[in-house]
């Protein structure tokens, strides 16, 4: 689905444990390291930013959705799971 949407993605994460399963599937994808808080990007820098699976992680949840709003020209998307989920 993320092919759908751009040409050009980037995966963040909090380690570089984050990325072990992804490497072997997909090791072209661009990957960084960095806080959910101060991503390493100026403002407005992505057309978009998707979220998947984190605001339950999240303990600061509005400084986490501010953050995503600051590197983001035009919209967020943000995927958060059911109390039900798996994951």
């Known amino acids: 689905i993320l092919k759908e949407l751009s040409e050009e993605y980037i995966v963040q994460g909090s380690s570089s444990d984050c990325f072990e399963v992804l490497d072997q599937s997909y ?7 960095s806080s959910y808080f101060s991503l390493p990007y100026p403002d407005n820098y992505f057309d978009g930013v ?3 699976r984190m605001m339950a992680h999240v303990e600061d949840w509005k400084r ?13 998307l943000i995927d958060y799971a059911p109390i039900c989920s798996f994951n």
């Open 50 to 52: 998707v979220s998947i």
């Open 27 to 33: 090791p072209h994808i661009n990957k960084i390291v």
């Open 64 to 76: 986490f959705l501010k953050e995503l709003s600051r590197v983001s020209r035009s919209w967020v």
